[in-house]
């Protein structure tokens, strides 16, 4: 099976902290996404990468940079975390020959809380 | 407007009812419509993946594509509490590399013994 291990299932930051979020899948996949959740909003494109040290802005990029040194992990950082961006914060890959089924694999999600 | 519009439910439905699931959208070039499903505190997972127009079915799930009226639908048959999830409906324009997904809101279903 494919799996998508995101490091942090619950966060709680402060105004202003340095946030790292970590995901790390095992199948090869060359295409790694992040999206956030909210409530009436869906899933919403933050960053992509379609290969290592390669990425593109999604929809809403503002406030996070990603990083992806190895073809299994991507990393969603937000330099200075603000309440807006409370939120679940999802990871998925793919399979570029797949492409075409739209079939994301996601992780389960970190649920991320700035006070 | 946003691209995709899904009713976000709640719906709440007896065991062994029929569900339709519904979401409209404005751009006339998608082609890829998928049905993700999301239970409680995990992530989605693709359920039903359509070409263009027409349907397909897979055991007690029917997907439904009507390009013409822009608008996809989610069957599901003898609905059972296991079927209690969210689900998202998807879409793009086309396959290649990278496939944008764009994503409804998804509608909330609950299936009660």
């Known amino acids: 099976d494919v799996k998508v291990t995101q490091s942090s299932r619950y966060l709680v930051k402060r105004t202003g902290e340095k946030v790292f979020l970590e995901c790390v899948q095992d199948?090869?996949?060359?295409?790694m996404f992040w999206y956030r959740q909210d409530p009436g909003l869906g899933l919403r494109l933050i960053y992509f990468s379609y290969d290592v040290k390669m990425k593109e802005k999604g929809d809403i990029p503002e406030g996070y940079s990603v990083s992806r040194e190895k073809k299994e992990r991507f990393s969603l950082i937000l330099e200075s975390a603000s309440t807006n961006q409370t939120s679940m914060y999802l990871c998925a890959s793919s399979l570029s020959r797949n492409a075409n089924t739209g079939e994301l694999f996601f992780g389960e999600g970190s649920r991320l809380t700035v006070l | 407007q946003k691209e995709v519009e899904q009713d976000p439910g709640p719906l709440s439905v007896p065991e062994g009812a029929i569900v339709s699931l519904n979401c409209t959208y404005s751009n006339s070039a998608f082609q890829y419509f998928m049905w993700y499903r999301q239970y409680s505190r995990k992530g989605p997972e693709l359920l039903m993946y359509?070409?263009s127009s027409g349907n397909k079915e897979d055991g007690r799930f029917t997907a439904q594509v009507d390009k013409s009226s822009k608008y996809i639908s989610l069957f599901i048959r003898d609905s059972q509490p296991s079927d209690s999830a969210t689900y998202l409906c998807a879409m793009s324009e086309w396959g290649g590399g990278y496939n944008k997904l764009i994503f409804g809101a998804g509608t909330r279903l609950a299936v009660h013994p």
């Open positions: 199948m090869d996949h060359e295409n």
């Open positions: 359509t070409y």
